[in-house]
């Protein structure tokens, strides 16, 4: 089955500078990498995806790369704000996360951006 | 609100206790989910419901017994818990169209 390894586990960083968090998978039939917000007291709430046929999407400051050659990809912050501390989570499947593919997800990372 | 309603937000139960946590979703979405969230642990997906029908069982302990009535509600009946049960436990829909829509989840302690 799918395996998903997450790093790092905890980053802090400067108000404005950018926070990288990388992932890598096992199964190279997975073809949808979705990212995760999770706020204290809040469940999971997706932030930005990718699948498998492209290599990059930006939504504002956030971006998230994919090599499926190497089975990896990342989740670039920029400019990061206060409020973009929390715990990410990035997470893989066979499809977009529908009936015929679960999720399997990383560890997460807890992001602090210091002011 | 995301659109996925978990209730209770917290709960609190003896090992000799038996509770319920409901979900419901309103999204339309035909798959819903459990997962268990520990410390320092992936989500643990626990149980997939597809259209009503339980798709997946991930080796989860008879103590949780899911329920799926219909399409847009989902229960987790819980009995003889243990304490190393405690955790935030959450539940989750999708579609083939959509990604996972997560409730707030509940946080369960087993005294």
């Known amino acids: 089955g799918e395996n998903v390894e997450q790093h790092p586990s905890t980053l802090s960083v400067q108000e404005g500078d950018s926070a990288v968090i990388k992932c890598t998978y096992s199964?190279?039939?997975?073809?949808?990498f979705p990212w995760y917000k999770q706020e204290l007291g809040k469940g999971p709430q997706l932030i930005i995806d990718?699948?498998?046929?492209?290599g990059e999407k930006k939504d504002q400051r956030i971006a998230v790369t994919l090599n499926k050659t190497a089975k990896h990809f990342s989740l670039h912050i920029t400019e990061t704000q206060p409020e973009d501390s929390a715990v990410y989570f990035c997470a893989a499947s066979g499809t977009n996360g529908g009936s015929q593919g679960n999720l399997i997800f990383g560890k997460g990372t807890k992001l602090s951006v210091k002011p | 609100e995301t659109g996925v309603t978990q209730t209770p937000r917290h709960l609190v139960m003896g090992m000799t206790n038996k509770k319920s946590l409901k979900c419901e979703q309103h999204?339309?979405?035909?798959?819903m989910y459990w997962y268990k969230q520990s410390a320092k642990k992936p989500l643990e997906l626990m149980f997939v419901?597809?259209?009503?029908?339980?798709?997946e069982n991930n080796s989860v302990p008879s103590r949780f017994s899911p329920e799926c009535p219909n399409s847009s509600h989902l229960f987790l009946h819980l009995h003889t818990l243990q304490p190393e049960d405690s955790a935030l436990y959450l539940c989750?829909?999708?579609?083939?169209?959509?990604?996972?829509?997560f409730g707030s989840g509940t946080r369960l302690t087993v005294v």
């Open positions: 999204l339309g979405h035909n798959a």
């Open positions: 990718i699948r498998s046929n492209v």
């Open positions: 989750a829909s999708s579609n083939r169209e959509a990604g996972y829509t």
């Open positions: 199964d190279s039939a997975s073809n949808y």
């Open positions: 419901y597809n259209f009503k029908e339980q798709t």
